[in-house]
C-alpha cells in the first residue's frame, strides 16, 4: 500500500509513541512472559468495506519484525460480519502492545470507506461523483482521504495549497464575486473553485474565469436551474448538508459532483475485533 505523502514509518513511530509514553506497556511486560507466543485473528463484527490492513499489520512488525501476517482479505473488499481479516502469529507482548494502535486505525479507516461506499451506492447511474472535504482529523488527512477512495469517492482537494476555493468569506473581503475570481486569475492560480449560495452570481462568477462552481445547500430544484444555466461550461458541485436520504435526489439534478463533509467528519468506525490464542 502507497499513499502519496504519507509516511507510514513516521505514523506507526507517532502513534506507539503516543500510546506507550516513557514507560512502555507495563501491564504486558507484568503479566506476559518474555518468551510467550500468541496467534489471533483479526475480524470484523459489522458488514464493513475494508481499509487500512497494511497499516494495523504494520504497528505489529514495529514492535515483532518476525511476526507472521497473512491477509485473508483486501482493503476495497466489502465483507460480512464475522469475516476474519488478517491472522498473525508473533511475541504476546508485542501483539497485545501494538493491539489498540492496530485496532483503532483500521475501524476508523474502514468506518470512514464503510460509509462512503454507502453514499456512491445511492448514486449509481446518476452520473455524478462523489467528493471527499477537509472536513478531517488533524493529522490524519492523507489516511481519511485514502479511505474515501477506498469506499468509492474522488478526492476533492488536499489542502489549502492545491486549488483555490473562494468561499462567502472571501467574497465578501473582496467586494464581489467577479473581484474575488480577478485576482486569483491575476495570482496565477489555474483552478478556481468558487462557492455560489445565489444563481445570479453564476454569470459574474464564470465571466471572470472560475473553473469550477460549488453550489451550496441549493434544493434539487434549484440546482437543476444552476446547471442548466452553467450549461456545462464549467464543473459544477451540489454541497451542503447532504446525506443519504436526500443525495440520490440531488445527484440527478445534473451536477458533476456531490460533496460530503461527513464521510470524514461523522462515520463511525467499524466493529473489527482481534482474538488471542496460546500459541
Not at 485473508?72 to 508473533?90: E, F, K, N, Y
Not at 508485542?94 to 470507506?113: D, K, P
Request: proline share 3%; net charge negative.
Amino acid at each position: 500500500m502507497t499513499i502519496d505523502g504519507f509516511d507510514l514509518a513516521a505514523f506507526v513511530a507517532a502513534t506507539l509513541a503516543e500510546d506507550m509514553g516513557q514507560g512502555g506497556d507495563v501491564t504486558s511486560a507484568a503479566v506476559i512472559p518474555a518468551d510467550a507466543r500468541f496467534d489471533a485473528v483479526m475480524d470484523s463484527r459489522d458488514a464493513i468495506i475494508v481499509c487500512g490492513l497494511d497499516i494495523a499489520a504494520a504497528f505489529f512488525r514495529a514492535l515483532d519484525p518476525a511476526v507472521r501476517v497473512e491477509m485473508l482479505v483486501d482493503d476495497g473488499d466489502r465483507v460480512r460480519a464475522g469475516t476474519d481479516l488478517m491472522r498473525i502469529d508473533g511475541s504476546a507482548r508485542a501483539l497485545l502492545t501494538a493491539e489498540r494502535s492496530a485496532l483503532n486505525t483500521v475501524q476508523h479507516l474502514s468506518g470512514i470507506a464503510t460509509m462512503t461506499r454507502a453514499y456512491v451506492d445511492r448514486i449509481v447511474g446518476t452520473g455524478a461523483t462523489l467528493l471527499d472535504t477537509r472536513k478531517t482529523i488533524p493529522g490524519l488527512r492523507r489516511l481519511e482521504k485514502y479511505a474515501t477512495r477506498t469506499g468509492g469517492a474522488k478526492n476533492h482537494r488536499m489542502g489549502l495549497w492545491d486549488a483555490a476555493m473562494i468561499k462567502d468569506n472571501h467574497v465578501a473581503v473582496a467586494g464581489g464575486v467577479g473581484e474575488a475570481v480577478a485576482r486569483a486569475r491575476a495570482a496565477g492560480i489555474a483552478d478556481i473553485i468558487v462557492e455560489v449560495d445565489s444563481v445570479d452570481q453564476i454569470e459574474p462568477a464564470l465571466a471572470a474565469g472560475a473553473t469550477h462552481l460549488l453550489l451550496d445547500n441549493m434544493l434539487p430544484p434549484v440546482l437543476r436551474g444552476a446547471v442548466t444555466l452553467v450549461g456545462g461550461r464549467v464543473p459544477t458541485e451540489a454541497s451542503g448538508g447532504v446525506t443519504l436520504e436526500t443525495i440520490r435526489a440531488i445527484a440527478e439534478t445534473g451536477v458533476t459532483y456531490v460533496s460530503v463533509g461527513r464521510l470524514t467528519q461523522s462515520a463511525p468506525a467499524a466493529d473489527i475485533g482481534l482474538d488471542f490464542h496460546l500459541s
